[in-house]
């Protein structure tokens, strides 16, 4: 019985001995295969990983250059704003200039005519402008700075990503043949701080929106530059046109004056030249008369010395005193007639000096407005300078 219980028992000992090696071996193909499909299942999704990842850098890489791009563009646009400010400067000298020029003008035409209402406006025009111009670069500044934070933020998240991308795909390719492993206890566990799929793609999902935000921004801006640019510099040039125009007008207007008053200048002086003539005449009829009065008064004078009743109050006496006062009052009439071309002389000279003052001004207003004004506006900036192209 002893006996048997002992073959029984090793019996029992070899067929469960049996029975663990089967199951053994079971075990280690089945734990063989589990190994090997999670292994593998692993690596695919390591793969899938690496596609997204691939996938969102790229999309990172292209806003990257996007907001590159435009922000290069905005820099141009800004560099457009600077040139154009620049540009301002020109008109503005030229209009306080010839504002300056024009307050040397004298007598009548020292007025507030429509060439300086021009001129005022000009300048107003222009300081707006210049106001304008300066508040679109800060704008402009303040863009570039959110379109390159944008940026960094993007490269900052495409860094992360590069890193993750090596990281995965090193990974991802580590095979169990490779020597470059080993055992890393408590590697198996999740960190505290984890993002999920969803939080992970929403966060570069998130940057990328921003910077597209930024970037439609930046565009809205340069659109708008393009915009005052174009309208700062058709309103200045119009001005400008505006004013060349007065400045014709009145030049017109003063020429016509000054030929007017050099034509009644000449006849003037013909005048006075005839009245001089006139005055001479006066003067010579007024001696002339003198020898008949002397004839007549001696006549007179030497009847008085007739003796006795031959101091006779005879028709020639009367006619004599009659000759006399005829001559006296025809002097009298011939130095009043002198009085009058004198005084008409004197009041032509006047006006004559008057005029030739008044032409003289005229000169000097046509000089100042042709000569220093106009000459000088030649050198307003055209168009394409005011929108800052060089």
């Not at 020597?179 to 984890?194: L, N």
């Not at 009145?250 to 003037?268: G, H, I, Q, V």
Request: glycine fraction near 2%; charged fraction near 35%; proline fraction near 2%.
């Amino acid at each position: 019985e002893t006996n048997y219980s002992k073959y029984y028992q090793s019996f029992v000992d070899r067929d469960n001995a049996e029975r663990i090696r089967h199951e053994s071996k079971r075990t280690a193909s089945e734990t063989e295969a589990i190994t090997n499909k999670t292994q593998t299942e692993v690596t695919k999704k390591l793969g899938e990983r690496i596609q997204d990842i691939n996938f969102w850098k790229f999309e990172l890489e292209r806003e990257i250059q996007d907001v590159i791009s435009e922000t290069d563009l905005l820099l141009s646009q800004k560099k457009r704003l600077e040139n154009a400010l620049r540009a301002t400067e020109i008109p503005l000298h030229i209009a306080t200039d010839n504002l300056n020029c024009r307050q040397r003008r004298q007598g009548v035409d020292l007025v507030q005519d429509n060439v300086e209402l021009g001129l005022l406006k000009e300048v107003e025009i222009i300081n707006n402008v210049q106001d304008l111009l300066k508040k679109t670069i800060d704008q402009s500044d303040k863009q570039i700075k959110l379109n390159r934070n944008a940026k960094q933020n993007l490269e900052m998240d495409w860094s992360d990503k590069k890193e993750a991308l090596e990281i995965d795909s090193k990974s991802g390719a580590l095979r169990n043949e490779h020597t470059d492993k080993q055992f890393y206890s408590g590697a198996a566990k999740f960190e505290e701080i984890q993002s999920t799929p969803e939080s992970w793609a929403q966060f570069t999902h998130d940057n990328i929106v921003r910077a597209e935000h930024e970037r439609m921004a930046s565009i809205q801006l340069r659109q708008l530059i393009d915009n005052i640019l174009s309208d700062t510099s058709r309103d200045m040039r119009e001005q400008c046109d505006t004013v060349d125009v007065c400045f014709q007008k009145r030049l017109e207007e003063m020429e016509d004056a000054k030929s007017k008053m050099e034509e009644n200048l000449r006849k003037m002086c013909d005048e006075i030249c005839q009245m001089e003539k006139n005055i001479d005449m006066l003067r010579k009829a007024i001696r002339d008369k003198e020898n008949p009065m002397k004839v007549s008064q001696t006549r007179l004078n030497n009847r008085t010395y007739r003796p006795g009743v031959e101091l006779c109050r005879d028709p020639v006496q009367y006619k004599l005193v009659g000759e006399v006062n005829e001559i006296a009052q025809s002097i009298d009439a011939l130095t009043e007639q002198l009085n009058n071309a004198e005084n008409s002389r004197k009041d032509l000279q006047d006006n004559r000096m008057a005029l030739e003052k008044e032409i003289a001004c005229k000169k000097n207003s046509i000089f100042i407005d042709r000569d220093k004004c106009v000459s000088v506006r030649t050198r307003y900036p055209t168009t394409l300078k005011l929108q800052g192209y060089q």
